[in-house]
């Protein structure tokens, strides 16, 4: 599961008109994540503090580093282990999607609450149920060895998500928790208000039908 990056060398550039900076740094750093794209998104972030002093350095009078385009041009990520502890230490790891990427899959292990920090997300069966900022999905979590239920599905790109492993947050920051379970908890009652709602329009649908 977690992936570490090795030899890790990014490239940044600065977009300003006429500005020459572009530099390479090494990122000998302890970058790990869930994900190779959570790994990614911390190495970037670094190499663009990195940058930013630099940047600040050199062209800090004239203008400031905005935007700046940033590449891997060497390293990769492995997977390493022993995992499981590593996940179970981190109370949070944040993934960004694009725009119809799959966020849960039905029949994935589902040990995290999901909450929507920047974009949309919908229900796969369901593109009407929709998650915005601050919503929660992911109720398979409160339960052990329950499975994912459905696919929830980004809703545009760079959809951010935090996802929250409940059993370690729970121990650092139990408030944070019960926030997390209410709101989790408010969406599978909204789920199941919708079904009951479509459920007696097929029983009236039925009944004409008979009659
Ligand atoms: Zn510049």
Redesign the pocket.
Known sequence: MPYKLNGGVYSVR?R?PY?G?NVRFDIDQNIMGVSEKDAEYEAKRLARDMALTK?EAI?GM??S?KHPEIRRVAGSFDLFGPNLKVVTENSVSYREFEKGECILRKGDDGATICQVVRGSAFLGQNKSHRYNRGDCFGAAALLAHQNRTADIIAGKDGTRIAFYNVIALSKKNPNKAKKLYTKVMEDIFTIISNLEYKISSLEKKLQRNIV
Do not use: A, D, S
Request: positive net charge.
């Open positions: 600065c300003h500005c900076f940047h062209y004239k203008h580093l």
